[in-house]
């Protein structure tokens, strides 16, 4: 029983796709994997997606700046997250894959802060959540 | 790990008692089953508008994890029962503690249990795309759709010739410029406003009332559709809307919504000739509930049904400004150009 369950579950929670607001693949490109080391430079707060502008210093020394998309911001805001969220100068590290033009923007599948914590959990304060519901 | 996503156990009994009562319910019934349904409520009473109107304004969520169709596994199984529906609470609530207290996400990224591997994208929970991470509009349905199938029906030869010369010609051409992407993409226009379908995130709407008028606000993309119900006919027939012209009138507690002049553009499903009609049914304080009817004769073979709890949240509803940093349109054109330059390249070799 307990297994029938569990295929019941998987087939609801697979058969509702979530995607974003675009066609993933058709922005970036899988085959271009990338982990980066910066500063937060700025966040644009923005819809459809957030973006997390960051400066990453090269191997020789030169530093880039980097666009990474991330989540909508209403949905952020809701789970307690605000503009101050992720001040510049944040030290993150930013696991991804580089956009299809080539360019310096990237999607960021996790980031975390330097001292290992991911970004933006424990800050969340679900509205569906009991003990944290005002 | 407790049941912190997902509000009380009693909420959700109330939801499941509702949906208990749900078959009773298909779409298409007149309001005398909903009106029946409202009453088991007997604590409840709906409350009307200053002019007499039953009450169904306030910020609500449609946000669930029913999908629309029923998936071919679950084929002749409409409802979950409680135990089923227990177990998916508890099954969603684990695999979100699990990427918390393990700081890991799962394999595929994506949030989604089963997905496939590639499924590259954000860490869903950590970008608050996880449709769990938001309140949900539990049920025991295993498909939106309504009826021992729960798919949307064949289509017609006609509709089907039609739209695989559509997919013919677009082939090869689908990142030529913005007009080849899709509506969504371009931030126009999504198929979550007329039927109000769940959308992945921000699946909010805001209904708020006037003297005979209803209008519905949908977060995403941020269409406001405004619903005149003094009587009125539709518009000529001659003018053609992306969401159609929708009148409404009330039955009892219920507003009836119809929908027509939709364009040949419509996003939904690439139907021409459009008919809906839907009805919104306050069932208890947090709760409407909703169903709808789509027919389109050269489009399906015949029409279909769905239905949905919509359940009341706090706050307000905020504005999704999708053209305000809508890179990824452009982001998604320069890389369509790159990859053409780089298969030229390796052509010319």
């Given at each position: 029983?307990?297994?029938?369950?569990?295929?019941?579950?998987?087939?609801?929670?697979?058969?509702?796709?979530?995607?974003?607001?675009?066609?993933?693949?058709?922005?970036?490109?899988?085959?271009?994997?990338?982990?980066?080391?910066?500063?937060?430079?700025?966040?644009?707060?923005?819809?459809?997606?957030?973006?997390?502008?960051?400066?990453?210093?090269?191997?020789?020394?030169?530093?880039?700046?980097?666009?990474?998309?991330?989540g909508s911001p209403n949905n952020l805001y809701r789970l307690g997250f605000t503009k101050d969220s992720l001040p510049p100068g944040s030290e993150i590290v930013v696991e991804g894959y580089q956009a299809k033009d080539q360019s310096t923007r990237a999607v960021g599948k996790s980031v975390t802060f330097a001292d290992g914590r991911k970004l933006f959990l424990g800050l969340q304060a679900r509205e569906s959540d009991p003990e944290t519901k005002k | 790990m407790n049941s912190r996503y997902f509000g009380s156990m009693a909420t959700l009994a109330v939801v499941v008692v509702l949906m208990l009562l749900a078959p009773a319910l298909a779409a298409g019934q007149d309001l005398s089953a909903a009106a029946k349904m409202t009453t088991t409520h007997k604590a409840w009473t709906p409350p009307r508008t200053a002019d007499g109107q039953p009450d169904l304004q306030g910020v609500w969520t449609n946000n669930t994890v029913t999908p629309l169709e029923r998936p071919k596994e679950l084929a002749g199984k409409e409802f979950y029962t409680d135990a089923e529906l227990e177990a998916l609470a508890k099954h969603e609530r684990e695999r979100l503690s699990r990427i918390e207290d393990e700081g890991q996400p799962p394999a595929n990224h994506s949030g989604v249990e089963g997905a496939p591997a590639d499924d590259v994208h954000y860490d869903f929970s950590q970008f608050g795309l996880d449709r769990g991470q938001s309140k949900l509009a539990w049920n025991r349905r295993t498909s939106i759709i309504v009826g021992p199938e729960g798919t949307i029906p064949t289509l017609t030869a006609e509709a089907r010739t039609r739209l695989a010369e559509l997919r013919a010609k677009a082939k090869g051409h689908e990142f030529d410029g913005p007009e080849n992407l899709t509506l969504g993409a371009r931030c126009l226009a999504r198929p979550n406003v007329v039927p109000l379908l769940p959308t992945a995130y921000n699946s909010n709407l805001q209904i708020v009332q006037g003297t005979g008028y209803v209008a519905i606000e949908t977060e995403e993309i941020h269409d406001v559709r405004i619903i005149p119900t003094d009587g009125r006919p539709h518009i000529p027939k001659s003018v053609r809307q992306w969401y159609g012209d929708s009148v409404g009138h009330w039955e009892a507690n219920t507003l009836v919504i119809d929908t027509t002049n939709f364009t040949d553009l419509s996003p939904f499903r690439g139907a021409q000739n459009l008919h809906m009609i839907e009805r919104l049914t306050r069932a208890d304080e947090d709760t409407i509930l909703y169903q709808f009817t789509v027919e389109d004769p050269g489009m399906w073979t015949k029409p279909w049904s769905g239905e949905l709890p919509i359940t009341k949240i706090d706050g307000q509803l905020y504005e999704y400004a999708c053209h305000e940093a809508n890179y990824p349109l452009a982001n998604t054109l320069r890389g369509a150009r790159v990859a053409e330059e780089q298969a030229a390249k390796k052509a010319a070799k």
């Open positions: 029983m307990k297994t029938k369950l569990f295929v019941l579950v998987g087939l609801l929670l697979t058969a509702a796709p979530a995607w974003a607001h675009h066609a993933f693949a058709a922005e970036f490109d899988q085959s271009r994997p990338l982990k980066l080391k910066g500063t937060v430079v700025k966040w644009e707060v923005t819809n459809p997606h957030s973006w997390i502008h960051m400066d990453v210093k090269g191997d020789d020394g030169k530093v880039v700046t980097w666009m990474i998309e991330g | -």
